[in-house]
């Protein structure tokens, strides 16, 4: 059974720092790019970063800004969202999901993890 | 505001059939035969219903349908049941590795 789960989510404050995690088994996790995707409460979906099968292609979309950075340890079965200098409109569900091929090419996603929220406040 | 425009809600009663555009520019629908399509029930995370403009996920019923013409793509829900009631979300890659989607649709089954 196919299964992602994101933890590392919570209250921080603005300006701070926090590391998703998105642990995944059923599938051979080497072998998939891996997406993170957000959705701010109320509001709709919106792509963040994709990364290649090995981590050697990275793609993040232009809100990103160099403040965040996507990464994976195969040997862990783990992809990360490491976000830097949040803000308040970075406060969202953070879904990671597994892409239909090894590169970074955000295209479609299946499955999709339950989610993990951060809220950026003082 | 989402880069591709959907309707904020639809209805039909069951049995019915409902259509849901979502429309986009020559940037992105327009020219990549990558939309997608994803079905979200409250609190719940999005469930692909059609991937690469028709396609559809095994698993995913056969009322489940979709097209694009133009700028526009469509995903049809044939024979209405209350189990697809929720928020519907179209995608669409728009080049330079960038991915948008659409504000959403809540179905709603009268």
């Known amino acids: 059974q196919v299964q992602l789960v994101e933890s590392g989510g919570g209250v921080v404050q603005p300006g701070t720092s926090v590391r998703l995690s998105c642990a995944v088994s059923?599938?051979?996790?080497?072998?998939?790019?891996m997406h993170w995707v957000r959705q701010a409460p109320g509001r709709g979906l919106q792509w963040v970063a994709g990364?290649?099968?090995?981590?050697?292609?990275?793609e993040y979309a232009d809100f990103v800004q160099g403040r965040f950075t996507i990464s994976r340890d195969n040997s862990k079965d783990t992809v990360y969202l490491d976000m830097n200098s949040l803000r308040s409109d970075d406060s969202a569900v953070y879904y990671c999901?597994?892409?239909?091929?090894?590169?970074?090419?955000?295209?479609?996603?299946?499955?999709w993890g339950q989610g993990t929220l951060v809220t950026v406040s003082s | 505001q989402s880069a591709l425009t959907q309707p904020p809600s639809a209805s039909g009663s069951p049995g019915q059939s409902v259509t849901i555009s979502c429309t986009g520019t020559?940037?992105?629908?327009?020219?990549?035969?990558?939309v997608s399509w994803y079905q979200q029930h409250p609190g719940k995370a999005p469930k692909l219903m059609i991937y690469?403009?028709?396609k559809r996920p095994s698993g995913v019923p056969d009322r489940f349908s979709a097209s694009k013409s133009g700028n526009t793509a469509s995903l049809t829900v044939s024979g209405l049941q209350a189990e697809d009631e929720g928020d519907y979300y179209c995608s669409s890659y728009a080049g330079r590795s960038n991915l948008v989607f659409g504000g959403g649709t809540k179905l709603t089954v009268l």
């Open positions: 999901a597994r892409a239909p091929s090894s590169g970074s090419f955000p295209n479609w996603f299946d499955p």
């Open positions: 020559s940037n992105d629908i327009g020219v990549y035969n990558f």
């Open positions: 990364t290649s099968h090995d981590g050697g292609d990275k």
């Open positions: 690469e403009v028709t």
């Open positions: 059923g599938f051979s996790f080497r072998n998939y790019g």
